[in-house]
């Protein structure tokens, strides 16, 4: 995948064709990916800018699935939303990890414990500037 801009779309498309759990509630992102681009803009992104917006907009996906409305699932129960949370954020580390590059895993293990610590701690008013940062850090 090599546009930034398409990357929920992709990630729709390959989630649909895993044929898993979570392949019958996928629907068709009905916005623009944002903190993936904004990765795939920075220097350490140049040579895969599309790989490093899907990593993110996965996790963010994910993240989304535990804490708010997620943007590509639909007629799931919280089990399953937990569940694609979950298989969402290890997808990205995964794929970021295969690149080879571990500061940038970093950034975003850290970004995903930094997500679950404030929301419990009921402080998540603040994670968008947060989720920008961090997308800015993963793509250098």
Known sequence: MSDPAAALSALAAALREESTPISPHVVD?????????????GPRAASAP?????VVEAVREGY????GEPRLLAGHDLD???LAGDYLYALGIERLAALGDTAAVQHLADLISASAQLHTEGRSTDLDDRWRAAARAIGG
């Open 64 to 67: 989304l699935l535990h804490y």
């Open 80 to 82: 399953l939303a937990l």
């Open 29 to 41: 992102p009905s916005e623009q990916p944002v903190f993936g681009p904004l990765a795939a803009a």
């Open 50 to 54: 599309g790989e490093y917006s899907l």
